[in-house]
Nanobody
Framework: EVQLVESGGGLVQAGGSLRLSCAAS????????IAWFRQAPGKEREGVSC????????YYADSVKGRFTISSDNAKNTVYLQMNSLKPEDTAVYYC?????????????????WGQGTQVTVSS
């Protein structure tokens, strides 16, 4: 059974940092892409970043480029999202998701497996 479990969310002041983790089980990364999405109150879920394990490519939305970094520890089957210089507009529930045979940008309907989400709140 494929499972994705996010952790690492919390409350941080603007300018601060958080590192989110997405621990995967039930599959190996080899042919998958892992993406981070976020959904703020009253807004649509949007793709923030993704990493493709088929070719090693990464993607970042313009709103987080230069501030967020996606990485992985294949031995731990875990993907991370390092978030620096956080802004109040980064406040959202962050979800990780997995899919095969996809290319950036990450699109919600292409992702088959989802975690439960972790709340990130950035205070001004």
């Amino acid at each position: 059974e494929v499972q994705l479990v996010e952790s690492g969310g919390g409350l941080v002041q603007a300018g601060g940092s958080l590192r989110l983790s997405c621990a995967a089980s039930g599959f190996t990364f080899d042919d998958y892409a892992i993406a981070w999405f976020r959904q703020a109150p009253g807004k649509e879920r949007e793709g923030v970043s993704c990493i493709s394990f088929s070719d090693g490519s990464t993607y970042y939305a313009d709103s987080v480029k230069g501030r967020f970094t996606i990485s992985s520890d294949n031995a731990k089957n875990t993907v991370y999202l390092q978030m620096n210089s956080l802004k109040p507009e980064d406040t959202a529930v962050y979800y990780c998701a997995a899919a095969t045979g996809v290319v950036p940008p990450p699109l919600i309907y292409e992702y088959d497996y989802w975690g439960q989400g972790t709340q990130v709140t950035v205070s001004s």
